[in-house]
């Protein structure tokens, strides 16, 4: 019996697959289509390096809630001790919490660049202006995800950092609505357990699903007008 | 002659396939063998088998024929017994976190708290002098044999040393560190 090459048992999977769904159709309609040659460019790239790293952030964020505890009562809190535990205990921890925080820094340069690339190119004028303002909203996302991620390693730099940014918050005119959001943010009258727990929600559960649907919409949007030409 | 007009088995295309194809698989192993380690549980730091010191309510010299004491693993430093025998779900080296110091018509036995049927911690009837498993409704003898089902094997011994006094004893065990 000859061997078959590599491509035959692929072929057979796929059909098996085509013939209960037709995976094949779906997947050359997203994927697929010509690139003009004005794209052809690096700075081109900027969107697709940002999608990417959001897909390492979720990636590297769920590895991270397999060994966090979102408890800062105590101390040393959980939340810091563990922490410590996925750096220096947990196999390869620090290698994926350094993908994690670095991606992280690198997403908010990117996501500037391809908005920088997105303004130069004229890509936000008509019919594109409601993408360019999903993107706006997935920035102000990707910047509240930074915002909370900060405070989860519940070290002094994390705590202070968010004192501070809850206290800009709390200077909101008028008094009684910088007061409300104040405390809405920190969950109580001091930065303390409850605001760890609220930051954790919204930086695991709530901004994620959030900036899936934008990330979704953003791409939806992109394949109905294609890729703009340059001023 | 015959054998040169013969199908070839492997064609130059058919092995650039495969070759090709293992250098991909190697590159997603090689990719997602770091998430693999990451996922493996890291070693606990501070964890060490050794004898655990156990204050009992109950002196042994006080311990009425046919009574037990309780006992629990300390939770400061987080630690746990391990079973010197066993069978079921039991078995020798598993742990338990806790155990009964009982006085059977004089011999003295500490035995684990954990059900040989599932788990279950035993709890010590004092009418009927019988341990007995709220989940599934095992019964054993104070000497630690089945008296009544499901469960088919007898409960485990700890491996214990009388401490410096009669209500101090030394069970071995580990301290889990964590």
Request: glycine content about 8%; aromatic content about 12%.
């Amino acid at each position: 019996m000859a061997i078959p090459h590599p491509r035959e048992i692929q072929m057979a999977v796929v059909d098996w697959l085509d013939e209960r769904y037709p995976f094949t159709k779906a997947v050359d309609e997203a994927l697929y289509q010509r690139v003009p040659n004005f794209a052809n460019a690096f700075y081109y790239c900027f969107g697709g390096m940002v999608f990417i790293l959001i897909a390492f952030q979720l990636l590297t964020g769920v590895l991270l809630a397999l060994y966090y505890v979102p408890d800062a009562a105590g101390n040393p809190a959980p939340a810091y001790t563990s922490v410590q535990f996925i750096q220096n205990s947990v196999y390869l921890g620090w290698l994926i919490r350094g993908v994690h925080f670095w991606s992280a820094n690198l997403l908010i340069i990117m996501v500037l660049l391809h908005m920088a690339r997105v303004y130069w190119t004229g890509s936000y004028r008509a019919p594109r202006e409601l993408n360019w303002i999903v993107g706006v909203l997935m920035l102000l996302l990707v910047l509240v995800l930074s915002l909370t991620g900060y405070l989860l390693p519940w070290d002094t730099k994390a705590y202070f950092a968010t004192e501070v940014t809850i206290k800009i918050a709390g200077l909101t005119p008028p008094q009684q609505v910088g007061m409300f959001l104040k405390e809405l943010l920190q969950g109580g009258p001091v930065v303390g357990p409850p605001t760890l727990q609220r930051f954790f929600t919204l930086h695991v559960f709530v901004l994620p699903a959030l900036i899936v649907l934008l990330m979704y919409v953003h791409f939806r949007f992109i394949r109905a007008h294609g890729i703009s030409e340059p001023l | 002659m015959a054998e040169a007009l013969a199908p070839r088995r492997v064609t130059r295309r058919t092995f650039l396939g495969w070759w090709l194809a293992s250098l991909l698989t190697a590159t997603v192993i090689t990719g997602l063998a770091p998430i693999l380690v990451y996922f493996w549980p890291a070693p606990p730091k501070g964890q060490k088998k050794g004898p655990i010191n156990i204050a009992l309510q109950t002196p042994i010299d006080q311990l009425q024929d046919g009574n037990a004491v309780k006992f629990d693993a300390p939770r400061s430093p987080n630690s746990a017994f391990i079973m010197a025998d066993g069978g079921g779900d039991n078995a020798p080296g598993e742990l338990a976190f806790g155990g009964y110091v009982v006085n059977n018509q004089g011999k003295v036995n500490v035995f684990a708290i954990n059900c040989s049927h599932l788990g279950c911690s035993v709890a010590l009837n004092e009418a009927a002098k019988t341990f007995d498993c709220p989940c599934h409704g095992s019964r054993f003898r104070l000497d630690g044999t089945v008296l009544h089902g499901p469960a088919e094997f007898p409960l485990s011994h700890l491996t214990w040393k009388q401490g410096p006094n009669p209500s101090a004893i030394e069970v071995d065990g580990i301290v889990l560190g964590f």
